[in-house]
């Protein structure tokens, strides 16, 4: 029985030591602290915003990253409505819609 065990705790070992927790995917540089951050529907995109008062948008399979600078004041959240279609509101109470059209947000 306690080479059973002894067994079992160094396959547990070794399997805790071969995963690792919060491993980095993708860095991205902003101006100011992230407010929110989602994925699209199907995982395509990935997108953020900023207190800096911009829209980040990255394309998930070529890491490219689009950023959409605003004049107002800074989106606080964001959701996807489809893979093509963001909405996002923040500070001034007014949502705005951001569509995907030829690869460009």
């Not at 860095?27 to 929110?36: F, M, R, S």
């Not at 911009?54 to 070529?62: I, K, R």
């Amino acid at each position: 029985w306690s080479k059973v065990c002894t067994t079992l705790k160094n396959l547990q070992i070794r399997e805790t030591r071969k995963t690792s927790f919060g491993k980095v995917i993708q860095e991205y540089p902003t101006k100011g602290w992230v407010h929110d951050i989602r994925f699209s529907p199907l995982g395509t995109h990935f997108a953020f915003v900023a207190h800096d008062s911009t829209l980040y948008v990255a394309n998930m399979e070529t890491k490219a990253l689009q950023t959409i600078p605003l004049t107002n004041l800074p989106f606080v959240t964001l959701w996807f409505l489809s893979e093509n279609a963001i909405v996002a509101a923040g500070c001034d109470f007014n949502p705005a819609l951001f569509t995907l059209t030829d690869g460009v947000w």
